[in-house]
């Protein structure tokens, strides 16, 4: 099958949002270290959060910027 | 009596949609009829997208997991950003091709991949199998909702079956326009409700600040970082629910159903961005919960939400219409999810059981009847069987949906990529994964690091990749 232009993202965009996803699961924390407390939730789940914030971010500019439209109107 | 009234606007307001929707049909025809003839614009589809994904386990079934798991369920946030994330695999692609093939359901794609008859059917069954079951969650939530609401032990089985005969006749009288023209009002409704929901959180801030301290005092476990074998099988729920969200059936049919490109990557773009509200505020409702319901066993755990929201309409007014409005948002959260699932149900049924694989011809007409025969017995089916599960816990329903449904990944993905992919080699894979999928949740083995499925999705990603060097195929021809 030759190369179709719809598959818009490149390896390096999928790494990157791999890793994304790893590092919003909290494997490297200590143990025990659950303060300081931010936005009620211990630290490591705010932490979690923010990765998550900065994984949904980057995949809508993932989406809206490099998915081109197509002359695909019904 | 505040709640009556609104929801009987609402239902009127619903029915008049559907009534709306069947006028503005231009044929009788399935692509019109399940796809509202490819005409989704952005409102209608963003709205759509997101009452479909957002369902009765989000309002009812993420608090009660959240409050048992403590905020190692925060994975719940990432988990609805990685189904549109997993989307990207296939979705420019499969768009594309829908449009140009003309396809209705998910299985036309594998049907015109793979030209094989078995391979269409068993990805047909295991979807069928998936949804019924998201159905019946639905109609558990829904029955749970109505019975938090009024306090009374039998208005569970009227809810459900009351409920249910409502989406039944909007979703037969008009479609997939009937379908996304009331998903609009409730997505809107869901989405003011999480407003509701995010403004009254806000001003807790004081006391929210103080919430990981008396948990820990409580119960410490749901505070601390978890352990390496809960981290693992956090990424193993994100791949397999990630990826499984992303092959629900009625999902696909709205990547179908898009009226061009551009509106659909705008929708999508916006949804991936909608958990940082939306499931965010459900999963710290949960959480909230475990300070102020202590000791709840596994089937009251999933009530939380309701429980919340009578402590939260006590404190005046205003809070008690928020309360009403949420509410309301909640059950429009699981009529509209049952709806499009109810549909797409119906869809492949009819289009891919009755047609490709019995091998069934008729007129569009007839099939179009047929369908909505279908859609009456199945929700009739599914109705019996919510009123016999009262009480069971919604999460796990979900994950067995998920174990089965990610199966058909490898075979619908791959046959993008893989052009010597055989039907054979993936139908093998499907085999072994759900072999697997189901030992596994057979013997539900407890020192097990991942999901059933998990394990499954990677024995069958393995046979379609290996099988399709050692056995290529040579029945798939470029299409254009």
Redesign the interface.
Known sequence: ??Q?P????KLRHWLL?LGL??L????Y??????EP?V????S??AF??GI??L???T??L???SR?K??D??? | MLMLVLFCLYLCILMMLAWLGRRRATSKTPHDFYLA???LGFLVLICTLFATQYSGNTFMGFPGKAYRMG??Y??S??FM??I??FY?LYA??L??RA??RGYVTPCDWIHDRYRNRGLTSVCAVLMCIAMLNYLLAQLLAMGNAVEGLTGRPGSFAVGVLFLSVVIVLYETVGGMRAVAWTDTLQGIMMFVAVLILGGYLLTQ?EE??L???RI?ELEPDK??????KV??K??SF?CLAGLGGAMYPQGIQRIFAA????VL??S???M??L??LTV?FAY?MG?MAIEQFPGLGKAQSDQVMTRMLDLISTQGPVLYFGVTLLLLGALAAMMSTADSVLLSLSSIVIQDIVVKTIGYSASDEKLLKLGKISSWVLMGIVVVVALQLQGITLFRLLVIKFDLLVQVAPAFILG??L?RLGAGTALVGIAAGCAVAVAGFALDPKWAWVHPGTVGLGVNLFICVVGSFLFPSESFE?KP
């Not at chain 1, 924390?29 to 659950?34: A, C, F, G, N, R």
């Not at chain 2, 505070?223 to 390496?228: F, S």
């Not at chain 2, 009226?259 to 551009?262: D, F, H, N, V």
């Open positions: 099958m030759e179709n719809t598959h818009f993202l949002l996803v790893v919003s699961v909290p494997w924390w200590p143990d025990d270290k659950v407390f936005l009620g939730m211990p490591w789940a979690s959060f998550s914030i994984f949904s971010i995949t809508a993932l989406i809206i998915w439209d197509g695909d109107e019904c | 003839g490819g005409k905020y190692a925060m994975m946030v990432t950003m990685c549109v994330t990207l420019p692609a768009r594309a449009v140009l801030h929210l600040a919430l990981p301290a820990l505070v601390r970082p978890p352990e390496l981290c693992v956090w990424l994100l009226k061009s490109t551009r990557r705008w999508l773009g916006a991936v961005l958990p940082l965010f710290f959480i993008l990529y052009p470029q």
